[in-house]
């Protein structure tokens, strides 16, 4: 078995490792945004889907001999495929600059395209491989149990998880991670060779692989194959649904993304590493109990505090999986369905994937798949105990489970089902696409004279508008006249001539407010829900139509849309450009590296000033833009401005020039905070290293 073992463990390590490794490659390429994560998660099903379904056809040849020519036939294939984009492309998986997506339309389809050309066919076969060498061990060793291989992968793919961003991430650059993958993966490619060899050695087995298919064996029911779908379905839902909640509802930190995953594969190992880890009535009484603990977190979100919050829906979560996958182990089939099992636990995981990314933001405008799929586990622990129906002085014990579980199950339901109808009241408006779900709040009903709208993006503010007519025009929020942009943008030496703005994110459009009659401000802005509602979609916001000056929106990621402009030789010459992305905790490190730096530079005039705002919860910018003012010889300022009951929210502001008479005006001069003797050092961010570990508060 320690040579299958070897194999499985490097497959499942392998796969695991390339998941978030070409998630951060190409997340720069659709906004940076926390739902790339999500819809890779379900390209990578998909195609973890088809891998188990070509094992289940291979295993299902007769004879050795084939199996062992047609997948050898793979393996060459994609090692001859390693080799010819190692000469073509940067790395063997680095996509090429031309499969950038041009427009922001259709992101999931782009997004898929752009995984299937870079890494579809590794993904693919490392995916096969744990079937496929369980349904070969089994054929070698017909008296062992195979399923002792899939703890085996499951723990290859939590090391390879967990040692991406604590090891790999910190230490290598992504073109050295690239290649570090590939040498990798064409180690596999001689493993999984040997494998094959080994099968096209066996003409003398195929006999005796014969007789033992003539073995007669119970054939799973439907039953049986509707639990082996349902029950991973659930799973994947929940942890795709967990992680969209903490991510955007909760605290939208990325690198929370990793701790449900892991949860969820840590539930796969144990539960298929023998009987000993799972037992019904232990994680039945948990789950009751986190359930409880989720529904008083919904009631009263402040009372627990962020890390308990997180903690209660990761706890929860792995209960949760504990239970599918624990019930999922039991059905567990005789090793000649064995692929047959695993192909049809892929699909389940896939619907559920498809379920949470696809459906759920069509169907619903605020994040409720967790309280369904919550709801759905209850009643397949409904459905699981009802099957058992036994008999004798055992029927009444089942009785009583079977109704406690049912009343509980429609217990919660009735209280996550008011939930979702009651939260769904409580915003003016809400939209959901693939960047996330939009809110439009009223602010203050009670007091007309600062009664206002405020939209937000999970837990983000994008900023608000005041409806007393004689305060519509007023900046509010992170981009009053005191913060750092206001001072920028009222003293720049230029102020009232026709300046040229320029700006990164649109949010309601809140700077539009300080336009002159003379002046140009230009938006960029990935998410089209965004836009329509800074134009005045609903009639909640007015600043774009209300703006003295000329407004102009580009609609696509602001730094690809940038490069494009600089290609096309039409550099804006802007006075004073405007990063305002970096407030939400799920940051779009692209915009903040030195080749970011490189293309802004391009387009602003001579003493132009780059303006960056930096107000995060969790994460420390300063250092970084600090050092990027240092590696371009810039002149930097930070400016804090503090939060009053009315229009203004604590915000912290990095002015950056090479003019160092701009920020050594009184009015700016006089409000900078000096640079700190303590300020952490962290490396120059480049598109080929950053770490998000160094720079948390």
């Known amino acids: 078995m320690a040579y299958y073992a070897i194999v499985v463990f490097l497959s499942a390590f392998l796969l695991f490792q390339v998941e978030p490794l070409i998630g951060k490659i190409v997340l720069p390429w659709f906004g940076g945004t926390s739902s790339v994560w999500s819809a890779s998660l379900l390209f990578f099903q998909v195609l973890l889907t088809s891998g188990y379904a070509y094992a289940y056809w291979l295993a299902g040849r007769p004879r050795w001999r084939k199996q062992g020519m047609v997948h050898g036939a793979l393996l060459l294939l994609s090692l001859f495929l390693l080799l010819l984009l190692a000469f073509s492309w940067d790395t063997?998986?680095?996509?090429?600059?031309?499969?950038?997506?041009t427009d922001p339309t259709r992101p999931i389809g782009r997004l898929f395209l752009v995984l299937l050309s870079s890494v579809g066919l590794p993904f693919f076969l490392l995916s096969t491989n744990s079937p496929l060498m369980q349904a070969w061990f089994s054929r070698d060793c017909p008296e062992c149990s195979p399923y002792p291989l899939y703890a085996v992968s499951n723990a290859?793919?939590?090391?390879?998880?967990?040692?991406?961003?604590?090891?790999?991430?910190?230490?290598?650059?992504?073109?050295?991670?690239?290649w570090a993958w590939s040498l990798g993966y064409l180690t596999f490619i001689l493993c999984a060779g040997a494998a094959v060899v080994r099968t096209l050695r066996r003409r003398a087995a195929d006999r005796a692989s014969a007789l033992e298919e003539m073995t007669p064996v119970s054939q799973p029911g439907p039953a049986v194959r509707l639990l082996w779908v349902a029950l991973p379905a659930v799973a994947s839902a929940l942890l795709l649904a967990t992680t969209s909640h903490i991510t955007q509802e909760v605290a939208p930190v990325p690198l929370l993304w990793v701790l449900p995953l892991a949860l969820y594969l840590?539930?796969?190992?144990?539960?298929?590493?023998?009987?000993r880890w799972y037992s019904r009535p232990v994680f039945v009484l948990g789950l009751a109990v986190g359930s409880a603990f989720f529904v008083w977190t919904l009631a009263r979100p402040p009372a627990l505090g962020l890390i308990a919050q997180v903690a209660v829906y990761c706890l929860l979560l792995w209960i949760a999986c504990m239970f599918c996958h624990g019930e999922l182990a039991r059905l567990q089939p005789h090793p000649r369905y064995l692929t047959a099992y695993y192909l049809l636990m892929s699909v389940g995981g896939a619907l559920g994937g498809i379920a949470v990314s696809l459906l759920a933001p069509l169907l619903f405008r605020g994040y409720w798949e967790l309280h369904l799929g919550l709801l759905a586990c209850w009643m397949l622990l409904w459905i699981v105990i009802a099957r058992e129906r036994p008999t004798g002085p055992a029927r009444l014990r089942w009785s009583f489970r079977l109704a406690a579980v049912g009343t509980l199950t429609a217990l919660l339901g009735s209280i996550l089902l008011t939930h979702i109808d009651e939260a769904s009241r409580i915003p003016r408006y809400a939209v959901r696409n693939f960047y996330g779900v939009?809110?439009?709040?009223?602010?203050?009903?009670?007091?007309?004279?600062v009664r206002g709208y405020q939209l937000t993006h999970g837990s983000t503010v994008h900023g608000f508008q005041l409806l007393d007519p004689g305060q519509q025009d007023l900046p509010t929020a992170y981009f009053t006249e005191r913060s750092g942009i206001g001072l920028a943008l009222r003293y720049y030496p230029r102020h009232g001539g026709g300046l040229r703005i320029g700006i990164l994110g649109l949010g309601i459009g809140v700077l539009a407010a300080y336009a002159q009659p003379e002046d140009t401000i230009r938006f960029y802005e990935i998410n089209p829900a965004v836009i329509a509602l800074a134009r005045g979609e609903g009639g909640f916001f007015s600043y774009l139509a209300r703006c003295r000056g000329r407004v102009e929106i580009v609609e696509g990621d602001a730094r690809i849309s940038l490069e494009r402009e600089l290609r096309e030789g039409q550099p804006q010459q802007y006075d004073i450009l405007v990063l305002d992305v970096f407030s939400g905790d799920a940051i779009p490190v692209h915009l903040l590296t030195r080749e970011a730096f490189q293309v802004y530079l391009q387009h602003l005039r001579p003493h132009g000033?780059?303006?960056?705002?930096?107000?995060?919860?969790?994460?420390?910018?300063?250092?970084?833009?600090?050092?990027l003012a240092d590696h371009f010889g810039l002149h930097a300022a930070l400016i804090e401005s503090q939060g009053d009951e009315e229009r203004a929210y604590h915000a912290t502001w990095m002015l950056l020039t090479d003019d160092p008479a701009f920020l050594q005006q009184p009015e700016i001069a006089?409000?900078?905070t000096p640079r700190p003797d303590d300020l952490r050092r962290v490396p120059l961010w480049t598109d080929d290293y950053s770490n998000l570990f160094r720079i948390l508060k």
């Open 92 to 101: 063997p998986i680095t996509p090429p600059g031309i499969l950038r997506p």
């Open 156 to 178: 290859g793919s939590l090391a390879g998880l967990l040692s991406y961003p604590f090891l790999i991430e910190p230490l290598l650059t992504l073109r050295t991670q690239a």
């Open 266 to 275: 840590l539930s796969f190992i144990l539960c298929f590493s023998g009987k």
């Open 438 to 449: 939009l809110r439009v709040l009223e602010m203050r009903s009670q007091s007309p004279s």
């Open 609 to 627: 000033v780059l303006a960056l705002h930096i107000t995060n919860r969790y994460l420390d910018l300063r250092p970084v833009v600090w050092g």
């Open 670 to 672: 006089s409000r900078a």
